[in-house]
C-alpha cells in the first residue's frame, strides 16, 4: 500500500523561498511528482524525479532521497499566482499514482 | 505533451441515475486513467483503462457502480451508476505518456454534483 505525508498549509510572503515536504511509505516506487493545483482546475505537471538529488526547473525545484522516502519541492522568488495546492504523488510499477493530500501555500504581498 | 479533453465540464443530476464522461487525447496512449477528487481532498485512482480488455479497478471501486470502456488508444468513458450524494467530486483523465521527459498528464476534470 501506499502511505504519502504532507502537512496541510503555509503562508509566505511574495518574493520569498517555501519549501514544501513530503514522507512516504510505498509497496513499490517508480518515481514521485510534484503538480500543482489551483481552485477549481486540474492538476499540472511541475516534476518528476525519479533518481536521488536534485532537479532544477526555473523557479522550482524537487529533491529525492529513496532511502529517507522523502521529497521537497522548492519554490523560489515567490509570486501571488503561485498560490495553490502543491501536491505529491508516488508512482508505483504499473504507473498508477497515489497521491497526499497536498499543501496548500498562501502568497500574500 | 498530450492534449486531453473530457465533456462534459461539469454537470448536475438527479440522484440515481447515471452520467457517461468522455475523455479524448490527441494522440495514441499506451496508459490511460481515471481519478476521483472529493470536495477539499485529494485525487484518489478509480481505474486503470486499459484498450481492449476490462479495466483494473482499485480498493472500493466496482465495475457496476463505474463501468469504463476504452475502445481504441485515444478515447474513453466512465460512468457514475445510480448517482447518490456521496457521488459528487471532480473525474479527471491521466494520461501516461514518454515524452522529453516522464509526465503524467491530467485531463481538465469533470465536475459532477447529485443531488
Known amino acids: 500500500g501506499q502511505n504519502i505525508d504532507q502537512p496541510t498549509e503555509m503562508t509566505a510572503t511574495e518574493g520569498a523561498i517555501v519549501q514544501i515536504n513530503c514522507t512516504y511509505q510505498t509497496s513499490g516506487f517508480n518515481g514521485l511528482f510534484w503538480y500543482q493545483q489551483h481552485a477549481g482546475e486540474a492538476p499540472t505537471f511541475l516534476s518528476y524525479n525519479v533518481l536521488d538529488g536534485l532537479e532544477e526547473k526555473g523557479r522550482f525545484s524537487s529533491f529525492l532521497s529513496r532511502s529517507k522516502g522523502y521529497s521537497y519541492l522548492l519554490l523560489k522568488e515567490l509570486q501571488m499566482k503561485d498560490s495553490a495546492s502543491y501536491l505529491c504523488?508516488?508512482?508505483?510499477?504499473?504507473?498508477?499514482?497515489?497521491f497526499g493530500k497536498g499543501n496548500q501555500v498562501v502568497v500574500i504581498p | 505533451s498530450a492534449v486531453i479533453s473530457q465533456k462534459p465540464s461539469r454537470d448536475i443530476c438527479q440522484r440515481g441515475t447515471s452520467l457517461t464522461i468522455q475523455c479524448q487525447v490527441d494522440?495514441?496512449?499506451?496508459?490511460m486513467f481515471w481519478y476521483r477528487q472529493q470536495p477539499g481532498q485529494s485525487l484518489t485512482l478509480i481505474a486503470t483503462?486499459?484498450?481492449?480488455?476490462?479495466?483494473?479497478?482499485e480498493s472500493g471501486f466496482v465495475i457496476d457502480k463505474f463501468p469504463i470502456s476504452r475502445p481504441n488508444l485515444t478515447f474513453s468513458t466512465l460512468t457514475v451508476s445510480n448517482m447518490s450524494p456521496e457521488d459528487s467530486s471532480i473525474y479527471l483523465c491521466?494520461?501516461?505518456?514518454?515524452?522529453?521527459?516522464?509526465?503524467?498528464?491530467f485531463g481538465p476534470g469533470t465536475r459532477l454534483l447529485v443531488l
Open positions: 504523488a508516488v508512482r508505483d510499477g504499473n504507473n498508477r499514482l497515489a
Open positions: 483503462a486499459n484498450q481492449g480488455s476490462e479495466a483494473t479497478y
Open positions: 494522440s495514441q496512449v499506451t496508459m
Open positions: 491521466s494520461l501516461y505518456l514518454r515524452d522529453r521527459e516522464e509526465t503524467q498528464y
